[in-house]
Nanobody, 124 residues
């Protein structure tokens, strides 16, 4: 069982940066691949980025490549999402998710555990 709690969301101007954090409970954090998804009003939840158990493998949606960076600290049981050059279309609720496999998947149905989400709003 893993409990995930996101933080770090907020309001930022276009071109700005934010860092999201997702703290996990449990002693098996390093056994899970992790991901960030987002959901804008009226839209489907979409994959943003994922990271393998060791942190050695990462994958990004095309829309965020070169702007967002995922990382994890298996000692602090935390996964991070560093977001730069933010755009209004990045506005959404951001969720972290965990799955007990080596690598992440882009499919939201592939994750067993979810956080409650944190709002990111980018003004133009």
């Amino acid at each position: 069982q893993v409990q995930l709690v996101e933080s770090g969301g907020g309001l930022v101007q276009a071109g700005g940066s934010l860092r999201l954090s997702c703290a996990a409970s449990g002693r098996t954090f390093s056994s899970y691949a992790l991901a960030w998804f987002r959901q804008a009003p009226g839209k489907e939840r979409e994959f943003v980025t994922g990271i393998s158990r060791s942190g050695g493998n990462t994958v990004y949606a095309d829309s965020v490549k070169g702007r967002f960076t995922i990382s994890r600290d298996n000692v602090k049981n935390t996964v991070y999402l560093q977001m730069t050059s933010l755009k209004p279309e990045d506005t959404a609720v951001y969720y972290c998710a965990a799955r007990p496999y080596v690598n992440p998947t882009v499919m939201h149905a592939g994750y067993d555990y979810w956080g409650q989400g944190t709002q990111v709003t980018v003004s133009s």
